[in-house]
T-cell receptor, first 114, second 109 residues
Framework: GAGVSQSPSNKVTEKGKDVELRCDPI?????LYWYRQSLGQGLEFLIY????????KSGLPSDRFSAERTGGSVSTLTIQRTQQEDSAVYLC????????????FGPGTRLLVL | RKEVEQDPGPFNVPEGATVAFNCTYS??????FFWYRQDCRKEPKLLMS???SGNEDGRFTAQLNRASQYISLLIRDSKLSDSATYLC??????????FGDGTTLTVKP
């Protein structure tokens, strides 16, 4: 079946612009995660959606970052007024119920802020 | 102190060697444990889950020690294709997931 998909695969933007990154999870997966990975670094947790519960936003680095998940499926991560330090790979993952199961990752969006 | 800690390496080993990676976690409420593999410029992929009784998948053996909050991964008879970064992952039963920074393995001919 189809895996997790993310779009765009690459995004180059200018400092100060807003960007939207999209994630389509595997059908039936109730949990969705966003992570950020800078070059040569580990995964940095950003936000976690679990079913209809309030999302865990504890990893969002600033109020320029926000995410939503519509209809319990597709998710959009929005970065406002991008900065050069936002340049990284943004990875989305989904997992089936119950909570705590294996995560399946999308290929990521490579963001470069000039 | 990080919630999940791994020795970053790098581990450089010859083909055929046995190598072990360790991981410690601080959240005693952690319920599920995994090892992921990440190749250069690729997304992480599940290598294996880790069960309390220990589990084996071919050349790979994972063990969990809940009392010491410690997870290990043993790779026997290393292959060139095993070269990658190995990530330790710890989940709570609410689904909150924490990744270690990874241990880099290079297997050389």
């Amino acid at each position: 079946g189809a895996g997790v998909s993310q779009s765009p695969s690459n995004k180059v933007t200018e400092k100060g612009k807003d960007v939207e990154l999209r994630c389509d999870p595997i059908s039936g997966h109730t949990a969705l995660y966003w992570y950020r990975q800078s070059l040569g670094q580990g995964l940095e947790f950003l936000i976690y959606f679990q079913g209809n519960s309030a999302p865990d936003k504890s990893g969002l680095p600033s109020d320029r970052f926000s995410a939503e998940r519509t209809g319990g499926s597709v998710s959009t991560l929005t970065i406002q007024r991008t900065q050069q330090e936002d340049s990284a790979v943004y990875l989305c993952a989904s997992s089936p119920p119950p909570p705590g199961q294996t995560q399946y990752f999308g290929p990521g969006t490579r963001l470069l802020v000039l | 102190r990080k919630e999940v800690e791994q020795d970053p390496g790098p581990f450089n080993v010859p083909e055929g060697a046995t190598v072990a990676f360790n991981c410690t976690y601080s959240n005693s409420a952690s319920q599920s444990f995994f090892w992921y593999r990440q190749d250069c410029r690729k997304e992480p992929k599940l290598l294996m889950s880790v069960y309390s009784s220990g589990n084996e998948d071919g050349r790979f053996t994972a063990q969990l020690n809940r009392a010491s909050q410690y997870i290990s991964l043993l790779i026997r008879d290393s292959k060139l294709s095993d070269s990658a970064t190995y990530l330790c992952v710890v989940n709570t039963n609410a689904g909150k997931s924490t990744f270690g920074d990874g241990t880099t393995l290079t297997v050389k001919p």
